[in-house]
């Protein structure tokens, strides 16, 4: 087990909908990754947090947002959702702001109707 | 631009053949490169770096910078090997962000 963890597993709402997801890294990261992986796209980088600040930014709507809290974890939240959102939104951990290596949590399946 | 190319989708291969995954990746600066491994019902997980040169599970993978490729080998497949297989590669800015391909479903048959 990796120890990071997610919540929701599941999600599903409607169009237009916001919705939060939560993320706590391993005991001792303080970098959190969120990914969005669709099936038309991939695994795609949306946004790194260090120690509660921005760190890197990729392919994140503005739609979409999130932080890092002083505890440490990490909430993405996708608002005016369209059903092309729909998919499976993992968060990463790492110890430093530039660790190759990533430590996964199992996602969550966000599904827009 | 950076980016990951994987080709294939799905290679199927029988228990005990050899086994190539490929990577390509278009990248301006020092690349550095990584597969990460998914095992069904398993988190995503790192299986192996071009840094360290390591064997992990069987798995080589060579860094060929002018054909830019990363591809995954393993001389003899085993079932438990099936999973999907991503390549990525570090881009190197104010953090290691990375560049994942689309992947490439392993199916090992018996």
């Known amino acids: 087990d990796s120890g990071v963890t997610q919540t929701p597993k599941h999600l599903i709402t409607a169009t237009g909908q916001r919705v939060t997801l939560r993320c706590s890294p391993r005991?001792?990261?303080?970098?959190v990754y969120w990914y969005q992986q669709s099936l038309d796209q991939g695994l795609q980088f949306l946004i790194q947090y260090y120690n509660g600040e921005e760190r890197a930014k990729g392919n994140i709507l503005e739609r979409f947002s999130a932080q890092q809290f002083p505890d440490l974890h990490s909430e993405l939240n996708l608002s005016s959702l369209e059903l092309g959102d729909s998919a499976l939104y993992f968060c990463a951990s790492s110890v430093g702001p530039t660790s190759y290596e990533q430590y996964f949590g199992p996602g969550t399946r966000l599904t827009v109707t | 631009a950076q980016r990951v190319t994987q080709p294939e989708k799905l290679l199927s291969v029988f228990k005990g053949a050899p086994v190539e995954l490929k990577c390509n990746y278009s990248?301006?600066?020092?690349?550095?490169l990584f597969w990460y491994v998914q095992y069904s019902r398993q988190r995503l997980q790192l299986l192996l770096r071009h840094i360290s040169r390591e064997s992990i599970k069987g798995f080589t993978a060579d860094l060929n910078k002018g054909e830019t490729s990363f591809h995954l080998k393993k001389p003899f497949a085993q079932e438990e090997d099936s999973a999907m297989y991503y390549c990525a590669l570090s881009v190197m800015d104010s953090s290691y962000k990375l560049i994942f391909g689309s992947g490439t479903r392993l199916l090992v048959r018996p």
């Open positions: 990248y301006s600066g020092s690349p550095e």
């Open positions: 005991s001792g990261d303080l970098s």
